[in-house]
């Protein structure tokens, strides 16, 4: 109930959650939500920075994410309030965090009234998502995302803005991900009841991102007011 006037009030700042199963279109959703003025926070993005620049947390992070499991709540609050501290005023949008009740819990205790507003859960079927990411490829530095079925790059191999290569993930094989879905079943899909229950919650269904887009982008429209 108490999140109800922050969600009708379109001039309120968008503080927004993408959330949904591995594969399921978060970084996707992201790079389309650019054309907005809006801070993206990838806690995937800054965990595999932080193992490219080799950091006693990348060590750490560098197995976790191997292994399809997480990494603790309490460093992953660290980590995700010290990037929002920057962006504090501005629309924000996190992507893969809160990815546990605990998190949940934590963060909205930390920012109190200027915690999550809206929680988009993407809703795509298990069947489509192993395929997906076994297509994925990523350029590290930025996170953009293209997959070869239905958003390759430019030039086959190459991010579209540097030219530079691209690779796939090491968790994006078989046997990861199914982990990595199991995680998401044991700890972060019943963070969905967390956010019902404070009415935060939003889900949009489809198969493609063609088909979640202009669903998700009426439901910030709607919300939110951008200058
Ligand atoms: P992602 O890029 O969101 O798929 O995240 C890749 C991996 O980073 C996950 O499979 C986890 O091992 C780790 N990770 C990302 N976000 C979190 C989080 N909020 N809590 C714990 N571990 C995380």
């Known amino acids: 109930m108490r999140y109800t006037s922050i969600l009708n009030a379109s001039t309120k700042n968008m503080r927004l959650l993408l959330f949904g199963k591995p594969g399921s279109g978060k970084g996707t959703m992201s790079q389309k939500l650019q054309s907005y003025d809006v801070n993206i926070l990838s806690a995937g993005d800054i965990l595999r920075k932080n193992v490219?620049?080799?950091?006693?947390l990348g060590q750490k992070a560098d197995k976790v994410i191997k292994q399809g499991s997480l990494l603790p709540d309490d460093v992953m609050l660290k980590l995700l309030t010290s990037e929002l501290e920057k962006v504090h005023d501005y629309h924000w949008i996190l992507d893969g965090f809160p990815r546990t009740i605990g998190q949940g819990q934590l963060l909205d205790k930390q920012l109190e009234s200027n915690s999550i507003n809206l929680v988009i859960n993407l809703d795509v079927p298990d069947s489509?998502?192993?395929?997906?990411?076994?297509?994925?490829?990523i350029h590290e530095k930025s996170g953009r995302v293209y997959n070869l079925g239905y958003n390759p790059p430019k030039?086959?191999?190459k991010d579209d803005v540097t030219g530079e290569a691209l690779t796939q993930r090491d968790d994006d094989n078989v046997d990861t991900f199914k982990?990595?879905?199991n995680t998401y079943r044991s700890h972060t899909e019943p963070l969905l009841e967390y956010y019902q229950s404070s009415n935060r919650l939003e889900t949009v269904s489809g198969k493609t991102s063609d088909e979640i887009w202009?669903?998700?982008?009426?439901?910030?429209?709607?919300?939110?007011?951008?200058?």
């Open 128 to 137: 489509i998502i192993l395929d997906r990411i076994q297509q994925r490829w």
């Open 52 to 56: 490219r620049m080799g950091t006693p």
């Open 155 to 157: 030039v086959a191999g």
């Open 179 to 181: 982990t990595r879905l």
């Open 214 to 227: 202009p669903q998700l982008n009426d439901l910030i429209k709607n919300k939110f007011s951008f200058s």
